[in-house]
């Protein structure tokens, strides 16, 4: 099978150039092609397939631009959009385009990484599905692509300023006001379990035997696989199951993690910081499929825990528990008077919530290249220690695990062939 590898090295090199020249502004004020306020932004989708063709009308954006390796994909998404839309199968064409200000990634988590950071040099602003990286090391690489070429960066999970929080029933920015009352006091313990609302989605598991199968015509498998090692094709590696495999993601953990565990860094203060230690209750996982597990449990330096409940035996626990009380599921305590006793404490501030007034403004969007690393490297370490069955320790600054080379491969995990951030 021929592998995409051509051209990979003129690729970066234009790519670095093109940073050069056209990181700092988007395309709508440079002169040419400048939009008013009022107009729309536009996209380039990469990864057309459920999740892809849902983004093609959001508020203020047009899509001008898609990517699939897919051509089934591409046909559906065409039937959506206007035929002067451009076509690609490979995202690199599509970054290069000038008339593209925005590229939302869509593809299998083992894409984004690369596809990120190299729009970001692209002097494209990013809309990612989340989990926002595939791994750790990745993920710091598009922070500091993000960073250095002055793009704005939204994660799409959007749960820690917008809508009810699954099973609390009512917006984040309740649940921070409360935590930073100190009414609950300090540290805390959060627990998320079926019991607490959440649904850790367990039917994202791998076959453990993949009999090779041919690969279907519409489909450039190669491409596809980019970065991951290479497996014989079976349909259920790919598109709507790739999420049971570790290669290009984490199941149940991966799908639902950073949406659930976000939130909770947002509180809890800790946008800027990670947890020191990883703690696994699982069974032994198979090296190529992903299984379920009992618990993951993170901690923090200053004591504060995570505790992903995934077997549903932290029955009676509350969602978060201090010293001073409790909140459990549908934001009730047993804090006497809390409604009242929360009226006289400040609300937490005011976060950017329009990705596109953030692009226009050129402000930092509330879910960002920043906190999002950081809530998705939690999400990362979970599959680390899952992966390896034990507990880790974490140096949230050196972003290494301590005394663990084997957990520290999989923080800059190799890629395959030629490809690389």
């Known amino acids: 099978m021929k592998k995409n590898n051509t051209s990979r090295r003129d690729f970066i090199k234009k790519t670095v150039i093109g940073a050069a020249a056209f990181s700092i ?10 939009l008013a306020p009022s107009d729309h932004l536009t996209k380039g989708v990469i990864g057309v397939g459920g999740m892809g063709r849902g983004h093609f009308s959001y508020a203020g954006t047009r899509t001008v631009a898609i990517c699939d390796v897919d051509k089934r994909h591409l046909a559906l998404a065409m039937g959506m959009l206007d035929s002067g839309v451009k076509q690609y199968a490979d995202y690199r064409d599509l970054i290069q385009l000038p008339e593209v200000d925005i590229v939302h990634i869509a593809t299998p988590p083992h894409w984004h990484g690369i596809i990120a950071a190299e729009a970001a040099r692209m002097g494209k ?12 090391g990745e993920g710091k690489r598009v922070m500091e692509a993000v960073q250095q070429n002055g793009r704005i960066f ?13 099973g609390m029933d009512v917006p984040v920015k309740k649940i921070k006001k409360l935590v930073d009352s100190g009414l609950l006091g300090w540290p805390l313990k ?11 989605k367990f039917y994202w598991v791998g076959k453990e035997v993949l009999p090779p199968e041919p690969i279907p015509a519409e489909l450039d498998y190669d491409r596809w ?8 094709y079976n349909a259920h590696r790919t598109h709507t199951t790739f999420r049971g495999y570790w290669d290009y993601d984490g199941g149940g953990l991966g799908d639902m993690g950073q949406h659930y565990i976000d939130p909770v860094q947002y509180f809890l203060g800790k946008d800027d910081t990670n947890p020191i230690a990883v703690e696994v209750d699982a069974p032994q996982q198979h090296p190529d499929a992903v299984g379920t597990w009992r618990t993951i449990t993170f901690t923090y330096d200053d004591g504060c825990q995570i505790i992903l409940d995934g077997a549903g035996t932290a029955v009676d626990a509350a969602y978060i528990e201090g010293p001073k009380g409790k909140l459990y599921k549908g934001f009730h305590s047993d804090i006497p008077d809390l409604e009242h006793k929360l009226a006289a404490f400040p609300e937490p501030p005011e976060q950017v919530t329009d990705f596109v007034d953030a692009v226009k403004k050129r402000e930092k969007f509330a879910l960002n290249e920043s906190n999002g690393f950081r809530s998705c490297t939690i999400v990362n370490m979970g599959k680390v220690a899952l992966r390896l069955n034990r507990t880790l320790k974490f140096d949230p600054v050196k972003l290494e695990f301590i005394g663990d080379e084997a957990a520290n491969r999989l923080v ?4 395959r062939g030629s490809w690389t951030i």
């Open 412 to 415: 800059n995990p190799p890629m």
């Open 125 to 136: 602003d990013i809309w990612c599905e989340k989990p926002m990286t595939y791994s750790i």
């Open 190 to 200: 959060v627990t998320i379990s079926r019991h607490t609302g959440f649904d850790w």
């Open 154 to 166: 939204r994660l799409n999970t959007w749960f820690r300023f917008k809508d009810n929080f699954y």
């Open 25 to 34: 502004v988007p395309r709508f004020v440079l002169g040419k092609g400048y």
């Open 225 to 232: 696989l980019g970065p991951a090692p290479y497996k014989p």
